[in-house]
T-cell receptor
Framework: NAGVTQTPKFRILKIGQSMTLQCTQDMNHNYMYWYRQDPGMGLKLIYY???????DKGEVPNGYNVSRSTTEDFPLRLELAAPSQTSVYFCASSYAVTGAGELFFGEGSRLTVL | DAKTTQPNSMESNEEEPVHLPCNHSTISGTDYIHWYRQLPSQGPEYVIHGLTSNVNNRMASLAIAEDRKSSTLILHRATLRDAAVYYC?????????????FGKGTRLHILP
């Protein structure tokens, strides 16, 4: 199993550009999450999904959109990129085992907006 | 907001035990306690979790207070590779709304 795969690993955007961060998992996990981590800070939840077709906002959803059309994929869309979105983005997934399921994280996507 | 509070940083000597505390005074009866760690320039990785009883695995031990309002992650013999940020989070057993919020974690420094 590849686990959780994120692409791209690095990207530089200009202010106002848009892009999609891709996340895919091959573990048949129901639950998927997007977090961002600013330098020296903890993880902030952007969006999460408890299954295909279902998404919910996390702590910091503004400026982002998500979709979950399949169990495997959970792309994160940035519209009109701003310097405040410069961060490292982590995707995670989990099997729905009544709170006991562990989170599996991808390696991260480092985004810089100039 | 995160439902857990942890010290910002801790320091320990190599090959000594480390006790990392976490307070979760508003924990509900259906919350599991999870610990993750994040090594430099990597994504977080799972360490251990528990509900009521103390737990052991190959990486660490988890001691849960009797009232469940606090817990302690125990690294029995710290190595330099254990230097990381350690996060304590709560995860509801019901999972209808699985909004997993991380706090700032504890940055663990290991002194050689």
């Amino acid at each position: 199993n590849a686990g959780v795969t994120q692409t791209p690993k690095f990207r530089i955007l200009k202010i106002g550009q848009s892009m999609t961060l891709q996340c895919t998992q091959d573990m048949n996990h129901n639950y998927m999450y997007w977090y961002r981590q600013d330098p020296g800070m903890g993880l902030k939840l952007i969006y999460y999904s408890v299954g295909a077709g279902i998404t919910d906002k996390g702590e910091v959803p503004n400026g982002y959109n998500v979709s979950r059309s399949t169990t495997e994929d959970f792309p994160l869309r940035l519209e009109l990129a701003a310097p405040s979105q410069t961060s490292v983005y982590f995707c995670a997934s989990s099997y729905a085992v009544t709170g006991a399921g562990e989170l599996f994280f991808g390696e991260g996507s480092r985004l810089t907006v100039l | 907001d995160a439902k857990t509070t942890q010290p910002n940083s801790m320091e320990s000597n190599e090959e000594e035990p480390v006790h990392l505390p976490c307070n979760h005074s508003t924990i509900s009866g259906t919350d599991y306690i999870h610990w993750y760690r994040q090594l430099p320039s990597q994504g977080p990785e799972y360490v251990i979790h528990g509900l009521t009883s103390n737990v052991n695995n190959r990486m660490a031990s988890l001691a849960i207070a009797e009232d469940r309002k606090s817990s302690t992650l125990i690294l029995h013999r710290a190595t330099l590779r254990d230097a990381a940020v350690y996060y304590c989070i709560l995860r509801d057993v019901i999972e209808r709304d699985d909004k997993i919020i991380f706090g700032k974690g504890t940055r663990l420094h290991i002194l050689p």
